[in-house]
Antibody, heavy 127, light 111 residues
């Protein structure tokens, strides 16, 4: 069974930093674009950002609310994707999910249809 | 405040049909045929139910269907079953400040 597994969540003070990790079993990340989505308690999801694969330069894009504070990176040798979160604010409190797009044959919906998700990791920003 | 607007709640009896709306703008829902719908049970990750407005991934029952008109997309659940009770979220490709926008969610109750 294909699975994604997030780790690294926890309690952090405003202004602090945290690094989340996203690993996988059953698939390799080598050719995959990986997206981070967060969901504040009781609210709808919010797209955080995405990293393309290395054939696309491992380029990243970010949501407006995290741009300049969050950084996504990847290490394909370890089959891992990371979300570095700096200058954290109370409004960053959420469950953070990594996800990847639906692929049918060689056609993949990297940016519009996420069919493999992790279980999520909770990040709480509070003093 | 979420970028896409959904009604906070919807309900129906077993066997009935219910439709959930998702209203965006001409920059997201109205511009792209990349609307997706997700089902989320408490404490679980979202599950993809519909993509490209109308397409069901393998394994999703055909009781679930999607449509779009202008800036509003819709999810219809026919023949409601108890296990359909969940939160439903729409999303759309946007390609502006944020590549993907989500709705605030609709809690579907099966009476």
């Amino acid at each position: 069974e294909v699975q994604l597994v997030e780790s690294g969540g926890g309690l952090v003070q405003p202004g602090g930093s945290l690094r989340l990790s996203c690993g996988t079993s059953g698939i390799t990340f080598t050719n995959a674009w990986v997206t981070w989505v967060r969901q504040p308690p009781g609210k709808g999801p919010e797209w955080v950002g995405r990293i393309k694969d290395y054939t696309q330069g491992a380029t990243t894009d970010y949501g407006a609310s995290v741009k300049g504070r969050f950084t996504i990176s990847r290490d394909d040798s370890k089959n891992m994707v990371y979300l570095q979160m700096d200058s954290l604010k109370t409004e960053d409190t959420a469950v953070y999910y990594c996800a990847t797009g639906l692929c049918i044959g060689t056609s993949c919906h990297w940016d519009d249809a996420f069919d493999i998700w992790g279980q999520g990791t909770m990040v709480t920003v509070s003093s | 405040q979420s970028a896409l607007t959904q009604p906070p709640s919807a309900s129906g009896s077993p066997g009935q049909s219910v439709t959930i709306s998702c209203t965006g703008t001409s920059s997201d829902v109205g511009r792209w045929n990349y609307v997706s719908w997700y089902q989320q049970h408490p404490g679980k990750a979202p599950k993809l139910m519909i993509y490209e407005v109308t397409t069901r991934p393998s394994g999703v029952p055909d009781r679930f269907s999607g449509s779009k008109s202008g800036n509003t997309a819709s999810l219809t659940v026919s023949g409601l079953q108890a296990e359909d009770e969940a939160d439903y979220y729409c999303s759309s490709y946007a390609d502006i400040k944020t590549l993907v926008v989500f709705g605030g969610g609709t809690k579907l109750t099966v009476l």
